[in-house]
């Protein structure tokens, strides 16, 4: 089993920041990349960054320039720094890895239990 742990969530005002913390612990052989998502009520669950083991980044055009994912996949953990925070940021943030935990074992994707991100305007 693999486990995923968040922490960092709040209440923060508009133009505020934040920074997640997300560590991957349990049966792991290797993690291919780890993302943050976020679903707030009414909407689909998505994705607002990626790191994949090379150290490369994704985000969507709706965060880009605000947040940062950041971390060590090697060493299992991740972080989301987020700057200029907007109302419609609030949501539930997921820490997610794709994991393969023995060798030669497909990858599977693990999440975290969500921590709530509240932007007050």
């Known amino acids: 089993q693999v486990y995923l742990v968040e922490s960092g969530g709040g209440l923060v005002q508009a133009g505020g920041s934040l920074r997640l913390s997300c560590a991957a612990s349990?049966?792991?052989?290797?993690?291919?990349?780890m993302s943050w998502y976020r679903q707030a009520p009414g909407n689909q669950r998505e994705v607002v960054a990626t790191i994949f083991r090379s150290g490369s980044t994704n985000y969507p055009n709706s965060v880009k320039g605000r947040f940062t994912i950041s971390g060590d996949i090697a060493k299992n953990t991740v972080s989301l720094q987020m700057n200029s925070l907007k109302p419609e940021d609030t949501a539930v943030y997921y820490c997610n890895a794709l994991v393969q935990s023995l060798v030669q074992a497909p990858y599977e994707y693990y999440w975290g239990q969500g921590t709530q991100v509240t932007v007050s305007s």
């Open positions: 349990g049966s792991i052989f290797s993690i291919s990349a």
